[in-house]
């Protein structure tokens, strides 16, 4: 597989949970680039696609920068919260720890780098 790259699908407006996954990625000094879905209404409909709902963030592992995880993410169970489930090549709404090992996972960041979370 080529370079992995995190795109976190946002919004433009104020968030606990996106505010959360900023910090988290900030204490780690993760690399990722941020599409917002009210801004953006291919990448909305994506993200309704994807969880069922106007989940935000949906952190997503894609390959050469694209916008699409690198392989399907695994399957949600229709009208079921997507909030803190590691779907393989996707998290929304994780909390810390979630996030934490979705990141450690995918080589993102080590288990013993150090946070101030």
């Known amino acids: 597989m080529s370079e992995k790259s995190l795109i976190m ?4 407006y104020g968030c606990p949970f996106i505010t959360l ?6 204490d780690h000094a993760v690399t990722y680039r941020e599409i917002m879905i009210d801004k ?3 990448a909305r409909q994506r993200v309704v696609d994807w969880t069922g709902f106007l989940s935000v963030p949906t952190l997503v592992v894609a390959e050469d920068a694209g916008d ?3 392989a399907p993410p695994s399957p949600l169970e229709a009208g079921h919260s997507p909030r803190g489930i590691d779907r ?6 994780p909390n810390i ?6 990141l450690e996972r995918h080589g993102f960041v ?6 101030a979370v």
């Open 110 to 115: 080590t288990a013993d780098t150090e946070s």
């Open 40 to 42: 953006d209404s291919e």
């Open 9 to 12: 699908y946002s919004r433009s």
């Open 68 to 70: 699409f995880p690198y």
């Open 97 to 102: 720890e979630e996030l934490t090992i979705f």
């Open 88 to 93: 393989e090549t996707m998290i929304t709404e």
């Open 21 to 26: 996954a900023k910090r988290v990625l900030k």
